[in-house]
């Protein structure tokens, strides 16, 4: 018999935050591991330590900045701010489909449907004053997309709280990188104004050393996917999803050597996450099934398909090379912002999405191309044919298009995108 989860009725019922529900579920599950298998207990220390920081900062005297969207995250560290990444609250509570319904059914009750269900989610757990806390400030940048250019304002006047705005420029050319250089000291001014302190330039250092530590480690992860087999399953891409964006979180460290730690020793032992062996290296064009995870493991059992990479996680990671010249680190800023997922791929012009899809064909050895599309994503389904017809024409390579809801897991089950991509793989694919 399926054990209840008292927790998730509280929320259902308003008893319970989200903050507060996703928090002590993290600590459940890492203690439930340390009891069963502590080897594995290193893949929930990250998420008890960031839900934990965000859950306490305030009581802890820390000011906690919500955002939203690429921002200098390095900065709000080195004020010894506290960051949420908004998105963290849709994709930690994704499988959990009863939650995510009721937040993203209230939102549908007051705006527009048509709205992405992750910032239906964010939304609707205000609509509902589940989020357990009030930020003291709001930031957020004017990409990825029109829904979160609709929440996000919204979410501010809602919140009462001191909001600044990052405009992010269409193209990624010297002209924009001046343009958010200048607006990335105008967020120093606000955060100064905010917590009534200067920047103080060794605590920047410190939280750019931390920053260039993770993003190190990140792209030596990807790269540790080039090698055929893959040594990482694909879930561990979802779990990566949103680090880019927090880059300076000290906890981020141990997570990812020991990531990285077990990469290398399943390359060194001549293993892949296949264990019946690895037969498709899929590329996910576009999102991430974090409704249903387990789809994830079943295609590696079931047809030996792994997911080497998604086209908007990748994250190839821009480095602070010059610490001593402020400027040239504000400069590192701006492209990081125009470099993080999924903005690279999806908030410009089409080359830059073909631009990365040819560095990941031409260096992840993929034969297996699936453009997992989200419905809200409307921007980068305009794109699909482009896409498609780009690697059937470089790579003589198919494209399976299939329609999802990564964060409201109603919209198509978990065997109904099994299938659909069993299908193809079966069919479609010559290898």
Request: proline letters at 5%; one cysteine or more.
């Amino acid at each position: 018999m399926a054990m209840v989860d008292t927790d998730l009725l509280k929320v259902m019922s308003g008893e319970l935050s989200t903050t507060d529900y996703i928090a002590n579920q993290c600590e459940g599950k890492l203690a439930h591991t340390l009891n069963k298998d502590p080897d594995s207990a290193w893949i929930y220390d990250l998420q008890v330590a960031q839900w934990g920081q965000i859950r306490d900062a305030q009581k802890n005297g820390k000011k906690l900045i919500a955002f939203g969207g690429p921002m200098p995250v390095d900065i709000i560290y080195a004020f010894d701010c506290q960051p949420y990444y908004l998105d963290q609250l849709p994709l930690s509570t994704a499988p959990k489909g009863d939650m995510n319904s009721k937040f993203v059914d209230l939102c549908e009750s007051k705006t527009n449907q048509s709205m992405c269900s992750i910032d239906k989610v964010e939304l609707g757990a205000l609509l509902a004053d589940q989020y357990g806390l009030i930020p003291d400030a709001f930031v957020y940048s004017t990409v990825p997309c029109d829904s979160s250019r609709i929440a996000y304002p919204i979410m501010g006047k809602m919140w009462g709280c001191p909001v600044f705005n990052i405009d992010l420029p269409f193209r990624r050319d010297a002209r924009g990188v001046a343009y958010l250089v200048e607006q990335t000291k105008e967020f120093i001014t606000f955060m100064e104004e905010l917590t009534g302190k200067k920047l103080d330039m060794d605590k920047m250092k410190a939280s750019m050393e931390i920053a260039n530590k993770t993003n190190e480690l990140i792209g030596k992860i990807a790269d540790l996917r080039k090698h055929t087999p893959c040594p990482l399953p694909g879930m561990l891409l979802v779990t990566n999803a949103c680090m880019s964006g927090m880059a300076a979180d000290p906890a981020m460290i141990p997570f990812l050597e020991k990531e990285l730690e077990m990469g290398e020793m399943m390359i060194a032992m001549e293993m892949g996450a296949c264990m019946n062996g690895e037969k498709y290296r899929m590329l996910f064009l576009q999102n991430m099934l974090w409704t249903q995870l387990k789809a994830y493991s079943y295609l590696e059992r079931e047809y030996g398909a792994i997911c080497i990479m998604d086209a908007l996680g990748h994250y190839h990671p821009d480095i602070y090379e010059n610490m001593s010249d402020f400027e040239d680190c504000l400069k590192v800023m701006a492209v990081k912002m125009m470099n993080l997922p999924m903005i690279h791929g999806a908030a410009g012009p089409v080359e830059y999405y073909c631009d990365r899809i040819t560095y990941l064909m031409d260096n992840f050895n993929i034969n297996t191309s699936v453009f997992l599309g989200h419905v809200g994503c409307k921007h980068t389904w305009a794109s699909t044919k482009i896409l498609s017809d780009f690697i059937q024409q470089k790579y003589d390579i198919p494209t399976l298009l299939i329609d999802v809801d990564c964060i409201d897991g109603r919209y198509k089950s978990a065997e109904e995108v099994q299938d659909a991509i069993g299908e193809y793989l079966t069919t479609v694919v010559r290898i």
